[in-house]
């Protein structure tokens, strides 16, 4: 009688245990375009063409019909890491470009490289830094650089690298090119109450990818101490702002806002720290939209997928 077991032998074994699947990798892609029939279609067969799964998918139209069109999808790809160059290629030559898409595709991958500027006021910086270490705040944070020394330690000790780059009236030129020169690799700055106005050409080299945070006063109390200014004008509501910042001064397309609702019993110096907890709040969720990908700029607007 004959034995017809199959022997696997030991290098069979070693070979089929080196086999791993691919990792599963997610990928954000946004799109804005003319509001049409047939997007989510289009965009949905390709993707599944892929054999990707879809995980999210959020859209909005400015109308009914004729209007401007947003949408936020999130989907998986085993080893998509390695053909994405391919998966980008093929979309623009086929979807984007039947429906006329701006688009952007990114690898969730690759962590977004943030830079932040600060002064002296501590509140917006420290947060961002804490959040961060406390893996809240989905991103590289790169470097801190200021044009005070002042909270070079407090920076350091979160494990961050710190620059002290002066600024003064006769040198602006020149500490900007430095400051764009540390930059450089970053995908986001961050003006975590930087005290000074960027010019516009280096806003220029870093188009959409600066957020700043200001009181909601402006232009209502503009200049110096506007919590005394607002104080003195017995308003009932003070907040902040955050927003992409653009050549024209504070007048960036706006990603959040928060207020607070205040009364006469409250002194400039309760001002104070109830504007600076709301603008601390106010910017890091502006910072977690961005480098999630979800803000879609359309003119002087944002479409916020949060």
Partial sequence: MSD????VSLSTIASQSKQIPSAIDTATLLIKCKDQAGIVQAVSE???RYGANIITLDQYSTAHEGGQYFMRLEFALAGLSDI??????????TVAKRHDMDWRLHNNATKTKVGILVSKFDHALLDLLWRHQRGLLDCEITCVVSNHPDLKQAVQNFGITFHHVPVTKDNKAEAEEQIHKLMA????????RYMQILSSDFVKRWPMQIINIHHSF??????ADPYRQAYDKGVKLIGATAHYVTAELDQGPIIEQDVH????????TELR????????????????WHVQNRVIVAGNKTVVFN
């Fill in 4 to 7: 017809n077991t199959k022997t």
């Fill in 46 to 48: 390709f993707i599944h």
């Fill in 84 to 93: 994405i160059e391919n998966f980008e290629a093929s979309f623009a030559h």
């Fill in 185 to 192: 690799g970053n995908d986001l700055l961050v003006l975590a």
């Fill in 218 to 223: 402006l232009p209502a109390f503009v200049g």
């Fill in 261 to 268: 609702r205040v009364t006469h019993r409250q002194g400039v």
């Fill in 273 to 288: 720290a109830i504007g600076r907890d709301i603008e601390r709040n106010v910017l890091a969720r502006a910072v977690n």
